[in-house]
């Protein structure tokens, strides 16, 4: 075999290897952002979910707020825990206009920063959630309201009351502590992770975690 016939073999050769290159990048590129695809998609169902049971409980704090209009202690309670319940519903409409704006035809780091967006928005979802704390008493007077219809500010014994709100003094400082611990830096922290992970940021990260091989392959070229 001449020469020439060997170099135009080889050229030959490194033309498909490159094309067979490129095939594989593109297919593991959409792979990737399949796999992104159907960890949002889980995000949104959590979302839609607790968008509806978040209408659900607006509406039954809302009755009670009405039922126990003559009763200060049991439409304070109800007001409180509405504003939070509020709070969530926000959260959760945000969270899916976040998702709706990734798209698989924007540059990688364009969806990056929607991920990254949707990580502040769950930490700050997170800490409005851990905020309630202090507020328990809150909880247990609708509880008895609505299940035993009694005001238990009123009918409870002082001493009990009086430790639960020195109870709540006590969890003020602590939650406190919470909020400010919470962050994507501190996931090596035990219960950070748990309770991140648990809110839908273990699918941010490994959303995160495809988009960063699409990105690594897209500069590898």
Known sequence: MEENELSVLLNQFDARLSKSDEKIQKLTKEINYKKTES????????????????LLVTVILIGLMISGWNEPAVALSAG?????????LVGCIRQLELISKFDISR?????????AGMQTHLVLYLKIAILQFPFFLA???????????????DAGDSVWLISQIVLGLVFLPL???????ISYKNMHIKWVNLLISGAGGKKLTLAMKFLKEIEDYEKSN
């Not at 998609?41 to 978040?54: A, F």
């Open 80 to 88: 409180l825990i509405l504003l939070f319940t509020v709070a969530a």
């Open 175 to 181: 939650s406190i502590w919470a909020i400010k611990t």
């Open 39 to 54: 960890e949002l998609n889980k995000m949104t169902r959590q979302s839609i979910l607790e968008l509806v049971l978040g």
């Open 107 to 115: 540059p990688v780091t364009e969806n990056q920063k929607v991920l």
């Open 139 to 153: 909880y247990i007077i609708l509880g008895f309201w609505l299940f035993f219809g009694i005001n238990i500010w």
